[in-house]
């Protein structure tokens, strides 16, 4: 397994790029987390404080905002992929629409997944007379 650093380091490596690694590597982040919630840490920030935070002197570390922006984002784009494809975080990354995505509210990001995974046809698709 990853170990969280080694993430870390591979998030900072897609901030300034718009791509589909990118957006796996921060699920790849949520993940690494996640579990680390459930072993021994209460919270994200708790994550951040006893694992990430310790390593400022040996290496460049991203503040906790950016940190829990990570966090979320993966959550996010576990979410879309999870509600459809793996092959929707292609399609985000070359219409260059992850910043869009990044500032939905989680329960438009919920909405549409669950959109994708069980599709309404009377609500999302116009019904044919």
């Not at 438009?108 to 116009?126: F, Q, S």
Request: charged letters at 20%.
């Amino acid at each position: 397994m990853v170990s969280q650093i080694q993430l870390v380091a591979a998030c900072q490596k897609y901030v300034d790029k718009l791509s589909y690694f990118g957006s796996v590597t921060h699920i790849k982040h949520h993940y690494s987390t996640s579990l680390r919630l459930e072993n021994n840490h209460p919270t994200v920030t708790d994550v951040y404080n006893q694992e990430i935070e310790p390593l400022k002197s040996e290496t460049r570390i991203p503040g906790r905002r950016t940190f829990l922006e990570w966090h979320a984002d993966g959550c996010k784009y576990a979410a879309l992929a999870g509600g459809g494809t793996v092959y929707l975080l292609l399609l985000i990354a070359g219409l260059g629409t992850q910043v869009c995505f990044r500032l939905a509210e989680d329960e438009t990001i919920t909405e549409l997944a669950n959109a994708l995974r069980e599709p309404d046809p009377g609500k999302y698709i116009a019904a044919s007379s």
